[in-house]
């Protein structure tokens, strides 16, 4: 399965994809467990997470399938939401738990 397709397969099979450095218990950097601590906030504990470490083509993969160049990247219902600081910037304004209620 090409790398695209996989990725499509993977944000819209989920309601809540992450992809990420690491793990949602052993995150790998900052940014991924700020993303992780958000959603767990508001009250995501199992999102579906990909650990970008561990598979290059998806790393790349993904940065080229939202046109976004950094990682985390957080998929709500299939669509892109942002990396770190949107996140962040979505869950202090509240909007990110209207986001997922939706």
């Known amino acids: 399965m090409a790398v695209q397709d996989e ?10 994809v992450l992809y990420m450095k690491g ?8 940014f991924s467990a700020n993303a992780i601590n958000i959603l767990r906030a508001n009250g995501v504990d199992q999102p579906f997470t990909v650990n970008v470490l561990e598979n290059p083509e998806i790393r790349q993969g993904i940065k080229d399938y939202a046109n976004w160049p950094t990682i985390p990247q957080l998929y709500l219902n299939g669509e892109f939401v942002g990396g770190s600081d949107i996140l962040t910037e979505l869950h202090q304004s509240g909007e990110l738990k209207n986001l997922l209620q939706a």
């Not at 990725?7 to 809540?16: A, L």
């Open 7 to 16: 990725i499509k397969k993977q944000v819209t099979s989920h309601k809540v």
């Open 23 to 30: 793990t949602a218990d052993f995150p790998q950097c900052g």
